[in-house]
């Protein structure tokens, strides 16, 4: 008798809680898995304050709570929020007077529900993911990682310099009481200071990436010593053994193909300097991007197919290393030069695409694998009860067209609903700054 009346108590106590909770309910709509690379139909979607609470099937079906918002998912398709694993939020805005706080909505207008900052000043990126967390219904959330970890001589404003391996475990501890998620090793660290941020990281809980090639330590010293990512696809050699090596490992590689092709390689194709998508960011930062695009001496006819053959090859590695195994992420190193924030993300999926990979597959490496490389796939990169509910309602399905992803209805952040067309700012015309 006692156990029944603690089963019925339990039951009211649950049933109280799912109508008290409940905000939002997304109705009779297709579901992507991105564990399964499929597309489930008929579900209806439960959320209460910011987490999933229920997720409906055909075979169980789950009751709309009294007071939930109803979202008709008829004809669409629900995918998990897309992870930015890729960005910069201050050295590369800074240096044309933008704050890191005017892209964010950029992001999210693209159903951008979380980046990976990945090498920036520690007090100003603080600021910038303290911003994004107070509004939550234009921003992101933003995923802090350490400044380039350098050596002398810094390349960049973000590199910090180590030398004395003694150091590292005070300086991680600092950037830890910063709360950051990711350490990020750049070209110049010696493979003293390199192993040992790999070894302390970890020792924290860490993710540790690095910008490869160094300038003194080989890829495949750095996947023996537990590297956890390379940051773009030229850092990785195009040798089977290392790959396999990667494969059985779980050394995870973010190619960031859209910088290459937009930046490094091809800028001056009509088709990446003309983008709309270009229109959306500050006035100075486009400026900025058409300076850098009118350097003849690197771009021009003569030279372009030596450039497109070099892109070419990095797209057939690409492919390589997903026929091997290895887990790739979807990153865009945006602002970096026709790299718009929100809008590279739909650009890398398509190159992913182009590169050998399922339209399921591209999407595994924005969703559920970038959550894994922050070791947040608790709580992010697919759809399910317990998950936080970032989510973006399509009006086309992305698994028969991978541009498909920019077909955008509305965004789930953190459980509040947003309307791309309100968050996103109006585009400018293209103008005098477009020679």
């Known amino acids: 008798m006692r156990t029944k009346i603690v089963i019925l108590v339990v039951s009211f106590i649950v049933t109280f809680l799912f109508q008290s909770c409940a905000k939002l309910a997304i109705t009779n709509t297709n579901l992507f898995d991105p564990v399964t690379g499929s597309m489930l139909p008929d579900r209806t979607i439960i959320v209460g304050g910011e987490r999933i609470i229920a997720i409906g099937t055909p075979d169980s079906p789950v009751k709309i ?20 694993a ?37 007090e100003p990126q603080k600021i910038v993911a303290d911003y994004a967390a107070k509004h939550r219904e234009t921003c992101p959330t933003v995923f802090m990682c350490s400044p380039l970890i350098d050596g002398p001589n810094p390349m960049h404003s973000a590199g910090y310099t180590i030398t004395d391996p003694s150091r590292i475990p005070g300086y991680i501890d600092t950037l830890v009481s910063y709360g950051i998620s990711t350490l990020k090793m750049y070209v110049g660290l010696d493979t003293a200071v390199f192993h040992k941020v790999i070894k302390e990281g970890h020792k924290r809980g860490l993710p540790v990436a690095a910008h490869l090639p160094s300038r003194f330590v080989k890829a495949e010293n750095a996947i023996d010593w537990g590297l956890d990512v390379i940051e773009h696809i030229w850092g990785v050699p195009d040798d089977s053994l290392i790959i396999a090596k990667m494969a059985a490992q779980g050394t995870m590689v973010n190619p960031t193909l859209v910088v290459f092709k937009n930046m490094i390689y091809l800028p001056d ?46 797209k057939k590695l690409t492919g390589t290393l997903y026929r ?42 924005a969703t559920i694998n970038n959550a894994l490389a922050l070791r947040q796939a608790n709580n992010l990169g697919s759809i399910e009860v317990g998950k936080i509910a970032d989510m973006v309602i399509l009006n086309d399905d992305p698994l028969a067209d991978i541009r498909n992803t920019r077909s955008i209805h509305r965004v789930i952040h953190l459980g509040i609903v947003c309307d791309p067309t309100t968050v996103l700012p109006t585009p400018r015309a293209p103008g005098e700054d477009s020679f």
């Not at 590369?92 to 909505?105: M, R």
């Open 324 to 365: 091997a195994g290895v887990t790739l992420l979807a990153g865009t190193d945006s602002p970096e030069p026709y790299c718009p924030p929100g809008f590279a993300l739909h650009a890398e999926l398509e190159l992913l695409v182009e590169s050998g990979l399922s339209p399921a597959a591209a999407l595994k490496c």
């Open 86 to 122: 890729h960005v910069h939020l201050v050295f590369l805005l800074h240096e044309v007077n933008v704050k890191g706080e005017e892209v964010l909505p950029l992001y999210l207008g693209n159903g951008v529900t979380s980046v990976r900052c990945i090498g920036d000043q520690i």
């Open 65 to 84: 709570p009294g007071g939930a918002r109803v979202i008709d998912g008829s004809g669409k398709y629900v995918i998990p929020g897309l992870i930015d």
């Open 269 to 314: 194709l009509p088709e990446v300097w003309q983008s709309m998508d270009n229109y959306f960011v500050p006035d100075t930062l486009h400026s900025s991007w058409n300076l850098y695009r009118n350097n003849k001496t690197k771009y021009n006819d003569e030279n372009r197919q030596a450039r497109q053959e070099k892109m070419n090859t990095y």
